[in-house]
């Protein structure tokens, strides 16, 4: 079974204090891995795609990256405004080709 | 672009009324999706269209849902007897094809009471 899977639920950091966010998966053939952004009230933001291993794409004070079982988003010098839902998506080979199946999201609070 | 646009922001509504939720996805977006999101079970696809075809309603809990897409500009989804276990956040995501990054609505906050 397709199953995405993200950790941490939830993590705090001071402002500055860099880190990453993980996001395992399983699936049957990788067409493709997705990061969304989602604030309170509103609808997930599309920030990257990756489609193979050892690609990485950069944004700002965001890195992600990917290897054949996960996927790393960086955060480096974050500022309270990167606070957020982070998401993490992917798009299985098999099965329905318009699925994207999503993981529960990392909460990341950032405190001044 | 004022992107995907969804209405109502916000719906409370009696068990067993019918509720009607609207998208109207970007132009020029060919596939059209369908989320809802609760905080026990995340994002889930409910069904999504390609050029206004239903592909995949494997996601539709019962057949109290129903949705429609009528052209390429409009769809709606539709929940009938609603229930309180329907109460969540509905999100309607388009893009240019499959695989591509979905753009999402701001959705809407459905409460059944």
């Known amino acids: 079974e397709d199953q995405v899977t993200q950790s941490p639920e939830a993590l705090r950091l001071q402002e500055g204090e860099s880190s990453s966010l993980n996001c395992s998966y399983t699936?049957?053939?990788?067409?493709?891995l997705f990061w969304y952004r989602q604030d309170p009230g509103k609808g997930p933001e599309f920030l990257f795609t990756?489609?193979?291993a050892g690609e990485e794409k950069e944004k700002e004070r965001l890195k992600a990256t990917l290897t054949k079982k996960e996927s790393f988003l960086h955060i480096t010098a974050p500022k309270p405004e990167d606070s957020a839902t982070y998401l993490c998506?992917?798009?299985?080979?098999?099965?329905?080709?318009?699925?994207?199946?999503f993981g529960k999201g990392t909460k990341l609070s950032v405190k001044p | 672009d004022a992107g995907v646009i969804q209405s109502p922001r916000h719906e409370v509504t009696e068990m067993g009324q019918e509720v009607t939720l609207r998208c109207k996805p970007i132009?020029?977006?060919?596939?059209l999706f369908w989320y809802r999101q609760t905080m026990m079970r995340g994002l889930e696809l409910l069904i999504y269209?390609?050029?206004?075809?239903?592909?995949?309603d494997s996601g539709m809990p019962e057949d109290r849902f129903s949705a429609k897409m009528p052209n390429a500009s409009f769809s709606t989804l539709k929940i009938q007897p609603s229930e309180p276990r329907d109460s969540a956040v509905y999100f309607c995501?388009?893009?240019?094809?499959?695989?591509?990054?979905?753009?999402f609505g701001s959705g809407t906050r459905l409460t059944v009471v």
């Open positions: 269209f390609n050029n206004n075809v239903p592909i995949d």
């Open positions: 998506a992917v798009h299985p080979g098999g099965g329905s080709q318009g699925n994207l199946i």
């Open positions: 990756l489609y193979s």
């Open positions: 995501a388009s893009s240019l094809s499959t695989g591509y990054g979905y753009t």
């Open positions: 132009s020029g977006h060919n596939s």
């Open positions: 699936v049957s053939g990788l067409r493709g």
